[in-house]
């Protein structure tokens, strides 16, 4: 078994996870896999990056395929028998002009940028090591989202000691709410993204406190925004280029050993910031 440093980028055949992908092929000092749901279009962003002289390395994932997630998984565990670095990074999001009705979009959304985040998760994080790290690719879509709740469901994604299976449910409810038409009744805001970007920003805090109880020593997750980016799913309208985007990106992928923060928090421009700030809720 050939084991080694290895990092992995989910949906990083363009835009900011092609980005990342390029930055830690720059910076860390071990094998870097590009992972992409079309295996064509992976294999020729890898090719782009060979002409710049980096040597990412290539293989299919799809985060809403379990059986793509457990080819993924035995490969790593066979061939590096371990994790070190996981950028979660794979995610859609429907323009503003779409004509799908609000309910397909939140189930569709939902289904890859929160589920599908939490899936690839539970498959890869027995096999992270000591002092890895893992980064979530949130947005300031979901600050947006978590101000325009009502405050019962504030409360509830809020509370500090909420469980994987409570925001679980709670973005299962979104989901069925969103398709009766009910979600705005029922405490959510009419955005389908920001309420998946709400699910990763708490998934990360939780599974943090689980990692801190964990007998791996070090392993650290976050959730960051990249901010606003220039990339298809922007309509290329942001006011930062993709390597700008990545720059927050790496810098929590690789934050040096013995660090104890930011850990299981929310990073915007590598300042941390709390949601409790936000809103105006649960100050010290």
Known sequence: MAKGQESKVTGSNKGIGYAVVRGLCKQFEGDVFLTARDE????????????E??????????????????????FIKNTY?????????????????????????????IKTDYFGTLAVSDALFPLLRPHARVVNISGDACSFAIRKCSSE?????????????????????????AKTSEHEKNGYVKSAYGMAKVGVTVLSQILQRQLSADARKGVIINACCPGHVKTDMSSQTGNKTIDEGADTPLY???LPEGIESPAGDFVVDREIHKWNEY??????
């Open 252 to 254: 929590l992928a690789l």
């Open 40 to 51: 064509e279009r992976g294999k020729e962003a890898v090719q782009s990056l060979n002409n």
């Open 279 to 284: 809103i105006g809720k649960y100050k010290p």
């Open 153 to 177: 469901k504030q409360d509830k994604f809020l509370n500090p000691d909420i469980t994987k299976e409570e925001l679980t449910e709670l973005m299962n409810d979104f989901i069925r709410s």
């Open 81 to 109: 028998g371990g994790l070190d670095v996981l950028v979660n990074n794979a995610g859609i999001a429907f323009k503003k002009s779409s004509t799908v009705p609000f309910g397909e979009q939140a189930e569709a959304t």
């Open 53 to 74: 002289g980096l040597s990412p390395k290539f293989h299919q994932l799809d985060i809403t395929d379990k059986s793509s997630i457990e080819r993924f998984t035995d």
